[in-house]
Structure formats: structure tokens, C-alpha cells
């Protein structure tokens, strides 16, 4: 499944590189360039990104789904309890 950007976010990321070219490594690089190597990126890496945060993703649901049980869980046959004193049979 190929990582698809919107092209506001594309746009973002095309000037977001370019800019770094310039301040980290004094270097110009054309937007042409920035897209290409965009989507180098997106190909080539960001597949191991998706699926790294698809398993900490199900890391984490499996862990809350193991807590559920603890969370939401109610004592059953609770109203002799909760009333706090045992009543006596009415006659």
C-alpha cells in the first residue's frame, strides 16, 4: 500500500526539505528535486515507518484491552453488600 500525502502536506514536506538543504547543508536544492527525493523517501523508508507505528499501535491496544477487565469490572450479586446490614426475612 503506497503512503499517499495530501498535497498540502506534500507541499509542506517539499519546502520543509528544501529548507533544510539550505540551513543544515548550505546547499540549494530545487523544488523538482525535493519532490523527487520525497517521494524516494515515502517509497523506500516510509513503509518500515507505517509498519513500526501499525505493531506500537497494536502494542498498545493489546495492553488496554488486557486492563479492560480490571477497568470496568463490576461486582456481581453487590446489593446485600452496598446496603450494609443484613436484612432479616420479612414474615
Do not use: C
Request: no cysteine; charged share 35%; proline share 4%.
Amino acid at each position: 500500500m503506497p503512503i499517499e500525502l495530501p498535497k498540502e502536506l506534500r507541499d509542506q514536506a517539499v519546502r520543509s526539505i528544501e529548507r533544510y538543504f539550505q540551513e543544515e547543508r548550505e546547499e540549494r536544492i530545487g523544488n523538482l528535486a525535493a519532490a523527487s527525493l520525497l517521494n524516494f523517501f515515502l517509497q523506500e523508508i516510509g513503509p518500515t515507518v507505517y509498519n513500526r507505528a501499525v505493531a506500537d499501535v497494536q502494542e498498545r491496544l493489546q495492553a488496554r484491552v488486557a486492563e479492560l477487565d480490571l477497568e470496568v469490572h463490576e461486582e456481581e450479586f453487590g446489593y446485600w453488600r452496598q446496603a450494609g446490614v443484613a436484612r432479616s426475612p420479612r414474615r
